[in-house]
């Protein structure tokens, strides 16, 4: 399975912009980069997802640089709720599951 | 139900009791994952179903795990003979289809317990 490296945990003040990195250094061409958030005690939650152009949606940006090795995920603006384990997963062509790492726990400060 | 279902949301049980574990799909979702989750650790995948088929069962420990699909909905994950390591938050999740591009929904788990 294709690998991913996150810092295991990042800090951030309410209302600030937060941008959680991912190396994917091994990913090939065809692997989408998804990321989902786990609240406590909650199941996993998707959050965005993409390939090689940079995304937006509700919820957050993913940048995703011009040799696809690494992304990050871009937090506009972070509120309390936002604290999670942030997972950045590689979804490969040939394979049928989302492997998950060990996430970045987020913690955001009022 | 607008969201992946699943029950019981907890469960204890004695060590050696078989149990069995219950997870409804979103409706329409032809790909359903089984993953397990033990305290303070990440998610550790247990096997996938696409319709009633599991083409993928390398994530299960052992041959006292074992999971069914049927009618390409529900689906049982089943643990004989419990072991106090069994002990964890079996998630399920759902998608659309399997392969790239595709979103998937968690349930909100069910946290069992071997004693």
């Known amino acids: 399975d294709a690998k991913t490296t996150q810092p295991n945990s990042m800090e951030s003040n309410e209302e600030e912009p937060v941008h959680l990195p991912c190396n994917h250094s091994t990913i090939s061409g065809t692997d989408y980069i998804h990321w989902y958030r786990q609240l406590p005690s909650q199941g996993p939650e998707y959050v965005i997802h993409g390939l090689t152009s940079n995304v937006n949606n509700r919820m957050a940006s993913l940048a995703i640089a011009e040799d696809r090795k690494s992304s990050t995920l871009i937090l506009h603006r972070a509120t309390l709720r936002d604290a999670a384990v942030y997972y950045c997963i590689l979804e490969e062509t040939s394979g049928s599951r989302l492997t998950f790492g060990e996430g970045t726990q987020l913690t955001v400060n009022p | 139900g607008a969201g992946v279902s699943q029950s019981p949301s907890n469960k204890v049980t004695e060590k050696g009791k078989d149990v069995e574990l219950r997870c409804d799909p979103i409706s329409g979702h032809t790909a359903l994952y089984w993953y397990r989750q033990s305290l303070g650790q990440g998610l550790e995948f247990l096997i996938y179903?696409?319709?009633?088929?599991?083409?993928?069962k390398s994530g299960l420990p052992s041959d006292r795990f074992s999971a069914e699909r049927t009618g390409g909905s529900v689906s049982t994950l089943t643990i004989q003979r419990t072991q106090q390591e069994d002990s964890a938050v079996y998630l399920c999740?759902?998608?659309?289809?399997?392969?790239?591009?595709?979103?998937?929904?968690f349930g909100q788990g069910t946290r069992l317990t071997v004693v």
């Open positions: 179903f696409q319709g009633n088929s599991a083409p993928d």
């Open positions: 999740a759902s998608s659309l289809r399997t392969g790239m591009n595709t979103e998937a929904f």
